[in-house]
């Protein structure tokens, strides 16, 4: 059973935090892509379907933006506020990261601001367009900084400690540490995945209910497009990510695939159960397919669990966040690669409606894959907060008020994602798009 | 200069402009409400909805870029605060998270409702109000340090007359703040009826703040001698503060250059927070921490340094368009584009 002391109440509370911010930060990394490719298409090509698309993702857009930014400075806070030792040891080496967010958000801020209120603004209207290029690298370069300080969570380095006393800091290296290249990439692609899916999946919904016109298709055909590429980098990120694990984090990995021994020609475990004794049943086994995740080669030796003792070897549960995470990558790269298939091969109608469920399901699941992969990640560290150098127990607050603002929390989210939801909804249901067209670009034309 | 004085003039720097714009915000949020139930809504909230709608997220901003920046420049600070002020701390995210979202749920979202408004309205007073407990406690007296830690004397905050005296000075501040921004703004647009309204406001909380400054000066002589005795030193700056003050009122009064007297108002608060600053140093949290004792090492706050400047090269040009575009564009601020 779970024991609620302050330890124990600051990890849900960041966890919740974050669980709940990753939401709406996923979203604000991958629709600027969307929004700008939609208006730079309906710009080359004249077409005012896509200018529609970009403005109506846009406008969505601010809500799930309003709500990112008010969670992220939840977190930024409670950082400081419930891991107060790890904040004070991790300021002197990887606050320079965390400092230049706080840039790429004013950049981003300031010419969303100015995107969203001058769409009619200027004559030319590839000016406008230009303005996607500063949000779209402020958003990425948001999660490109704040994931370098997760990584170095994982991975601490640019620094050393004698007597106590953090000495010889190297901010670069401490940020370009080994676990950022492929967390970065792989953070960022599935950014873009979900985004792209998300909004196939509220697309296809339209079309299923019968309200579909040329503008939803050629909605979903851009989108599935744009999914099927993201989700091959996003497969291509989390295989680099897993052969980074084998080489410099082999517990995280080796828990999540229930990998004991030290061995080459490891066998991958797809579910099951285990028991007390870590006997595994009920698995799907591939042979030697983890040595040839781990290194391309049936002979790589994969290091296991047993080579750690008990105390430092993360929870074995992350096995099941790894195997969903995996799960749904593989069904978005399956559904999204239909679908295009069927685009282009003309015998085959891609509006079928089983896909099109699929496709809807996709949104919700590759955003479901997100958590999964976080928690993996996260829980997948334990019990470490800085690995090797200081354990979450450590870092902890010691003030007696956790439990109080854990509730006062999960209220908030509650009512914000209540509210969140409910304003989309009504922000779109009594404005379809073919009236706001023949308002916005009378006859079709710019 | 050294390294801690150039990272916490930074600071307060950014300190500043988020007093500054946050006020504007902040008191905007209670005039938009204020004009909602009094019924003079159709003057004032188109002309405050314009100005806020593309600012707001570059608010927050000026306050998320303070907390990162005083927990990368001095990180002992993360430890004392984080461990004291997680209630407070977390009331006041609360606070702010509840304003920024429902600021967007009803300005965005199609559906204009009272609930809405009255939360960003009183949030609105609420959130300077609680913010403003971290200046208060920074003069000392409210935290003990013992062997299990640091704990906050939550009761000795409450019952003090300096911490009150803070609060209503943050209030006030905000509202005479905010009110002379709109008078200006409202000048620009040549919208005379909510220009009238606003001057009327600016004149109002004008006095307030006034003395609620010398009540948070006779509060701090009893609560923390020392800081007291500094500010004496530099009685200057505080002068200058009432000079302009009183400047940015007689303009305010015989109705004319709103836009100076805006910036007057700023140059106002401008002395106070930096003579008020200034004379808290070396201490950032009394008697705890000092600048140079929680100094970052140095090759971080080299770093940090460096960053910074290169930060603002790519701010200050982006900052002047958005400005340019909807603050000093006249065509936007009368509501023709
Ligand atoms: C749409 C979301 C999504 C999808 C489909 C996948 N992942 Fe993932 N994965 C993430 C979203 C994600 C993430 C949320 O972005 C994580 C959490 C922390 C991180 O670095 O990325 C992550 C972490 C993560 C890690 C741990 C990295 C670390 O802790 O350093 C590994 C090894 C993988 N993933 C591997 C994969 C593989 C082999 C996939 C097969 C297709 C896959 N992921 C699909
Ligand atoms: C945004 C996506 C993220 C999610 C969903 C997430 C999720 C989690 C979860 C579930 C835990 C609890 C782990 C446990 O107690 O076993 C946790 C802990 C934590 N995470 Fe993350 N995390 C995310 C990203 C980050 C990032 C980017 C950072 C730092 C820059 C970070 C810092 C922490 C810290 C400090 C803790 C508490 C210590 C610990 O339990 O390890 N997290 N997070
Ligand atoms: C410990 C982890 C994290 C911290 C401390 C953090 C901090 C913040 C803060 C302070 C903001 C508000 C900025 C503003 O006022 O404009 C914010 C927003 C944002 N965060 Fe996070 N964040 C964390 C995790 C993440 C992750 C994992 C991602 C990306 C995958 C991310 C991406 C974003 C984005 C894109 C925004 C801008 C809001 C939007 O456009 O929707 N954050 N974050």
Redesign the interface.
């Known amino acids: 059973m779970l024991e609620l002391d302050g330890v124990m109440l600051s990890r849900l509370l960041t966890a919740s935090t974050l669980i709940f911010h990753v939401i709406f930060a996923t979203i604000g990394v991958g629709i600027p892509v969307m929004i700008a490719i939609a208006e730079f298409i309906g710009l080359k090509k004249n077409d005012p379907h896509y200018l529609l698309l970009a403005r109506r993702w846009a ?1 969505g857009f ?2 799930t ?3 990112g ?6 977190i ?3 950082l ?6 790890f ?3 991790a ?3 990887i ?2 990261p ?6 790429a ?3 981003e ?6 995107y ?3 769409w009619d ?1 200027f004559k030319n209207r590839w000016l406008h367009w230009l303005l996607n290029i ?1 949000i779209v690298i402020g958003a990425s370069l948001s999660a490109f900084f704040i994931t370098t300080v997760n990584a170095f969570m994982n991975t601490p380095q640019g620094f050393d400690i004698i007597d106590g006393e ?2 010889n ?4 290296a401490a940020m370009f540490n080994p676990a950022t290249p492929t967390k970065v990439f792989h953070v960022i692609t599935s950014s873009y995945m979900t985004s792209a899916l998300i909004l196939a999946a509220i697309t296809a919904f339209i079309i299923l209910a019968k309200k579909g016109t040329d503008y939803h298709k050629k909605a979903l055909r851009l989108t599935m497009t744009a999914a099927l590429i993201f989700s091959a980098g996003t497969a291509l990120a989390g295989d680099l990510s897993a052969k980074f694990l084998a080489k410099e984090q082999p517990e995280k990995l080796a828990a999540a695939e229930w990998h004991f021994e030290t061995e080459s020609n490891a066998d991958l475990i797809i579910f099951g159960t285990i028991d007390e004794n870590n006997e595994i049943s009920n698995e799907i086994r591939i042979p030697g397919m983890l040595s040839f995740l781990a290194g391309n080669s049936f002979d790589t030796e994969v290091i296991g669990l047993d080579e750690f003792p008990e105390e430092e070897r993360p929870p074995l549960w992350v096995h099941y966040m790894f195997d969903m995470m995996v799960g749904i990558g593989m069904y978005s790269l399956f559904i999204a690669g239909l679908f295009v298939m069927f685009m282009f091969i003309k015998r085959f109608n891609e509006w079928n409606k089983l896909l099109l469920m699929g496709i809807v399901a996709s949104g919700p699941l590759a955003m479901l894959a997100i958590e999964f992969g976080w928690i993996y990640a996260e829980v997948g560290r334990q019990p470490w907060i800085l690995r090797g150098i200081m354990t979450v127990d450590e870092a902890a ?3 007696g ?2 439990g ?2 854990f509730g ?2 999960l209220a ?1 989210y509650a ?2 994602g209540f ?2 939801v409910k ?2 909804l ?2 779109f249901k ?2 379809p798009p073919e009236a706001e067209l023949e308002k916005r670009f009378p006859g079709g034309s710019l | 200069m050294s390294l801690e004085i150039i990272g916490i003039t930074v600071l307060w720097l950014f300190l500043y402009g988020y007093l500054i714009v946050a006020s504007i915000d902040f008191g905007a949020g209670f005039f938009a409400y204020y004009a909602r139930v009094s019924k003079k809504e159709h003057i004032m909230s188109k002309l405050i909805s314009r100005y806020l709608s593309p600012v707001w997220e570059v608010t927050n901003v000026f306050f998320v870029f303070f907390f990162v920046g005083l927990v990368g420049f001095f990180p002992d600070t993360a430890y004392y605060y984080g461990t004291a002020l997680l209630l407070p701390g977390s009331v006041a995210i609360i606070l702010i998270a509840i304003r920024g979202s429902f600021y967007a749920f009803g300005n965005y979202g199609s559906k204009d409702s009272t609930l809405y408004l009255f939360l960003y309205g009183a949030t609105g007073l609420l959130i300077p109000a609680s913010l403003s407990t971290a200046l208060t406690i920074s003069e000392g007296g409210y935290l003990r340090e013992d062997e299990t830690g640091v704990t906050f004397l939550a009761g000795e905050l409450f019952t003090s007359p300096y911490s009150w005296s803070v609060v209503f000075l943050a209030i006030v501040s905000v509202l005479y703040i905010s009110a002379s921004f709109l008078t200006y703004y409202a000048d620009r647009a040549e919208d005379y009826d909510s220009r009238a309204i606003m001057r009327k406001f600016a004149l109002f909380w004008g006095a307030p703040t006034i003395i609620a400054s010398l009540m948070v000066f006779a509060g701090l002589r009893s609560h923390n001698g020392e800081h007291f005795e500094r500010a004496l030193d530099l009685w200057w700056m505080f002068g200058l503060s009432l000079v302009f003050f009183l400047i940015a009122g007689y303009l305010i009064f015989k109705k004319k250059n709103y836009g100076t007297a805006f910036l007057m108002v700023m140059l106002q608060f401008f002395f106070a927070f930096f003579g008020y600053g200034a004379s808290h140093l070396p201490y950032i949290l009394y008697p705890f921490i000092t600048v140079e004792g929680s100094v970052v090492n140095e090759t971080m706050g080299i770093a940090l340094v460096t960053v910074f400047i290169l930060g603002l090269c790519l701010l200050i040009p982006s900052l002047y368009l958005l400005m340019r575009l909807f603050l000093f564009d006249a065509d936007y601020v009368k509501g023709k584009k």
């Open positions: 406008r601010t809500i933006v309003a709500v930014v008010v969670t992220g400075t939840a930024g806070l409670q400081s506020l419930l891991w107060p030792s904040m004070q040891v300021g002197q080496v606050a320079l965390l400092f230049m967010e706080t840039f958000f004013f950049f801020a300031i010419f969303l601001g100015i969203l209120y001058t603004r500063p953090t000495v800091i190297s901010p670069l607050t010691t003030s008020s956790v109080i603002a006062l929390f908030l009512v914000l509210f969140c304003v989309l009504r922000m009594n404005r």
